[in-house]
Nanobody
Framework: QMQVAESGGGLVQPGGSLTLSCSASGFNVGDYSIGWFRQAPGKEREGVSCMSSSGRMKYVDSVEGRFTISRDNAKKTVYLQMNSLKPEDTGVYFC???????????????????WGQGTQVTVSS
């Protein structure tokens, strides 16, 4: 069974950095597109970044140049390196995987079938 689980969240000051991990079980992360999403308090969940099986990457405009997505196939893990964090980056961060090898890197929830429970990121002084 395909499953993903996030880790690495926490409290960080503005301008700081965090690296989130998305650990996969039941499949190889190099074979499916993985997306990162976040949900701020009182707001809808939004797509942050994704990586396709071929390595294509995409970012939402608000994190372009500050966040970097990467993966380690051997560790079955996809990472989201977050630098220059801002208070508006606060939220619960989720990773998700396609259910089939569509190879689509899109920031749309409907593209992903398997979701983790989320990890809290709080950016505050």
């Amino acid at each position: 069974q395909m499953q993903v689980a996030e880790s690495g969240g926490g409290l960080v000051q503005p301008g700081g950095s965090l690296t989130l991990s998305c650990s996969a079980s039941g499949f190889n992360v190099g074979d499916y597109s993985i997306g990162w999403f976040r949900q701020a308090p009182g707001k809808e969940r939004e797509g942050v970044s994704c990586m396709s099986s071929s390595g294509r990457m995409k970012y939402v405009d608000s994190v372009e140049g500050r966040f970097t997505i990467s993966r380690d196939n051997a560790k079955k893990t996809v990472y989201l390196q977050m630098n220059s964090l801002k208070p508006e980056d606060t939220g619960v961060y989720f990773c998700a995987s396609e259910s089939q090898r569509f190879g689509r890197c899109v920031l749309s929830e409907s593209n992903y079938a398997f979701w983790g429970q989320g990890t809290q990121v709080t950016v505050s002084s």
